[in-house]
């Protein structure tokens, strides 16, 4: 035997998803154990009875499941019936064609990729078509034939009062529940929904240049929708993994490269690795730790324009790690011949 959820949240079995939160809360309230302890007998009980029913309810793809089990069980009668102000009102599971869910996921790329960006399949979870029934909710095999009331639409005209008077207006075929087909049999593998949580592979295309936390918008690449209704989106949120000795502001690229002592007093060549390549920097003498060469238009590419910013090498001085005795004997006279006292040195 079906539970009847609605029953138990006290709603009826059309309420939305805001009435389902709202029943759920006031229930809570006075039957948590935390917040009822002096509360003798069953209140835990009950509590975990309503609190399974919300998880259900408040689910759309659970509350579709649910909903198929309890008509099948007599618990809903799916109806187009005359309301007691006259209009007219649709009770039943909701499994007329709707656009699928929403899906949002995080996909983390490497400081190069958000420079040149990038293509990849991701396998992503949601809600898709099932394959057991190829989506239509009947089980294999099982006849099917076209609704002989709405002749396949899934939809009827019902007069509806509004404050002008009645107006015709599209309601769900109660005859096949807005499938347009009428099934003798349920698919046993998604329960008639036509729907079942799995994983689908989705081609992200990211453009050069993305920036660290950017939303990326992918129309229809989102959950499955019911019966014929369209996918949903895909909301992806990019994450850019920290490189070693880069660092972008705005569209401009920073990378810090040591060089040695001599080569700062008398100049030199610096390789330099860079996002697109090795290239060679000129060092001018006398320069100071920290000092900033610009490459101009060799930064990040801004994502919608492509223009580029620049790229600013920082140049600081590395000590070696490991110093042989002839060599610290040099750094001595150099020390003294410019001046320095020993003593402050630490020598």
Not at 10 to 18: L, R, S, V, W
């Amino acid at each position: 035997m079906v539970d009847d959820y609605y029953s138990i949240l006290n709603i009826e079995d059309d309420a939305t998803q805001e009435e389902v939160k709202r029943a759920y809360r006031k229930l809570a309230k006075t039957l948590h154990p935390d917040l009822n302890k002096d509360v003798l007998g069953g209140s835990a009980e009950e509590f975990k009875r309503v609190k399974e029913a919300y998880e259900v309810l408040s689910n759309p793809l659970k509350r579709e499941k649910y909903d198929l089990e309890l008509m099948r069980a007599g618990g809903i009668s799916p109806t187009v019936s005359q309301s007691n102000t006259g209009g007219y009102r649709y009770t039943g599971p909701p499994i007329a064609p709707q656009k699928g869910s929403d899906v949002k996921i995080e996909l983390s790329i490497t400081f190069s990729d958000s420079f040149n960006g990038m293509k990849k399949g991701v396998d992503i979870s949601m809600p898709i078509r099932c394959d057991g029934c190829d989506g239509s909710g009947s089980e294999h095999g099982s006849p099917v034939s076209q609704c002989p009331t709405c002749k396949g639409s899934g939809a009827l005209l019902a007069p509806v009062q509004t404050a002008q008077g009645y107006v015709n207006q599209r309601v769900i075929c109660s005859t096949c529940n807005g499938r347009g087909i009428l099934m003798q049999k349920f698919c046993v593998k998604c329960s008639g929904v036509g729907l079942i949580n799995g994983i689908d592979n989705i081609q992200i295309s990211l453009p050069a240049g993305v920036e660290d936390g950017a939303i990326i918008k992918l129309n229809g690449k989102g959950g499955y929708g019911l019966g014929s209704g369209p996918r949903g989106d895909l909301m992806v949120t990019v994450s850019v993994d920290e490189e070693a000795n880069m660092r972008r502001v705005d569209n401009d690229l920073y990378i810090e490269e040591s060089i040695s002592l001599p080569k700062a007093v008398f100049g030199g060549k610096q390789r330099v690795n860079t996002l697109e390549g090795r290239r060679t920097l000129r060092i001018p003498p006398k320069t100071r730790s920290r000092t900033e060469f610009l490459i101009e238009s060799e930064g990040f590419p801004d994502p919608v324009t492509g223009d580029h910013g620049d790229l600013y090498v920082v140049v600081y001085l590395d000590p070696p790690e490991e110093i042989s005795d002839a060599a610290r004997k040099l750094l001595k006279k150099l020390a003294l011949e410019i001046g320095e006292n020993l003593d402050d040195l630490g020598i």
